[in-house]
């Protein structure tokens, strides 16, 4: 009696460590032609990630708006927008698609958007923040340059 507990204790810790390696670590991607990593998404799921892609390139030329009228109040409001807080809206189901990397990237980028909003309406200091947004754009720069988005029938 006791073996067979362990065997299926055994079996259960193998089946939960590979369903959390996928859905952790690995997400549901393929290689492309490319050479960038497609992350294949259900044809919804697309369109909710390049919709906050969009709203992240939105923020983006507000905030450079409000550097260069040197109006740091435009600055916060369009960096918290996008700050950790809209992360929340995304589903489970999704973040389980997602390859941690790029998980990690995309917290990162919200962190530093909420960090930006915190300096410049703590320093209102527009050069400070134009730096912080360089900073930030490296992450939009590694995104697309190291993945695509695509949909896949088999995600239906």
Request: proline content about 3%; overall charge neutral.
């Amino acid at each position: 009696m006791c073996k067979l507990c362990w065997a299926i204790s055994v079996v259960l810790l193998v089946t939960l460590s590979l369903i959390s390696y996928k859905f952790i670590i690995t997400g549901s991607v393929a290689p492309s032609k490319d050479d960038r990593q497609a992350i294949l998404l259900s044809e919804s799921e697309r369109d909710l990630v390049l919709e906050e892609m969009r709203m992240f390139l939105t923020s983006v030329q507000k905030i450079t708006n409000g550097i260069t009228k040197e109006d740091m109040d435009i600055v916060v409001k369009a960096a918290r927008e996008v700050g950790a807080l809209a992360q929340q809206a995304v589903p489970g189901s999704l973040m389980g698609k997602l390859p941690l990397s790029f998980k990690k990237l995309g917290f990162d980028t919200h962190t530093k958007f909420d960090a930006l909003a915190l300096d410049a309406e703590q320093l209102g200091d527009p050069q400070h923040a134009l730096q912080q947004l360089s900073r930030l754009m490296n992450n939009c720069v590694s995104c697309h340059a190291t993945y695509k988005i695509q949909s896949h029938a088999a995600n239906f």
